[in-house]
């Protein structure tokens, strides 16, 4: 049996000021395809500024929404192949 390593590169990239962090992710497929997603982190004006955290929220955000995304095209590529409705699990 032979084994197929495919690998997917996520670009993810941060624009950010002193209260707001916006990460836009993008997954290049190997169809062609590219998925892109945003994600948002507002720091409140009593925190502390601390860049790297918002980086986490934003990119966190950003990567589900991906996520949710690619589930959804998944799904969409099994309904077109079977002739059915297939049932993705949302978590």
Do not use: Y
Not at 38 to 53: C, I, K
Request: charged share 25%; hydrophobic share 35%.
């Amino acid at each position: 049996m032979m084994h197929t390593t495919v690998g997917w590169h996520i670009d993810l990239e941060f624009m950010e000021d002193e209260r707001q962090t916006r990460a836009a992710a993008l997954v290049r497929l190997p169809d062609g395809t590219e998925v892109r997603a945003e994600g948002h982190a507002s720091r409140h004006h009593t925190d502390s500024n601390q860049p790297r955290v918002g980086e986490e929220i934003a990119g966190a955000r950003a990567l589900n929404e991906l996520a949710m995304q690619m589930l959804t095209k998944a799904h969409g590529e099994i309904d077109d192949a079977s002739g059915r409705i297939s049932h993705p699990i949302h978590v």
